[in-house]
């Protein structure tokens, strides 16, 4: 069992930056790949970003270029860096893990409880 938090939510101007982190309780991190997810209100939960074991990084078109994905094995952490932050990237931000690299949620075996992310125009 993987237990996943997420932090680094809030309120932002159009513009501006955020860093979300998430903590992965397990032994076992450097195992799994690490995504990042969104759910705006009313819509379905969409792919923003993945990062494999070995740190090659895959990005959703709407965000490549502006946020970076990455990991720390040894801090058990994976980061969401998201620059030039536009009011259609307001959602709940979820992490999640799974044994294979994908962009669907149904690939995920574990995720987070969400964080906030609103972006102010």
């Known amino acids: 069992q993987v237990q996943l938090v997420e932090s680094g939510g809030g309120l932002v101007q159009a513009g501006g930056s955020l860093r979300l982190s998430c903590a992965a309780s397990t032994r076992t991190f450097s195992n799994y790949a690490m995504g990042w997810f969104r759910q705006a209100p009313g819509k379905e939960r969409e792919f923003v970003a993945t990062i494999s074991w070995s740190g090659s990084t895959y990005y959703a078109f709407s965000v490549k270029g502006r946020f970076t994905i990455s990991r720390d094995n040894a801090k058990n952490t994976v980061y969401l860096q998201m620059n030039s932050l536009k009011p259609e990237d307001t959602a709940v931000y979820y992490c999640?893990?799974?044994?294979?690299?994908?962009?669907?949620?149904?690939?995920?075996?574990?995720w987070g409880q969400g964080t906030q992310v609103t972006v102010s125009s």
């Open positions: 999640a893990a799974s044994t294979v690299v994908g962009e669907h949620p149904f690939e995920y075996d574990y």
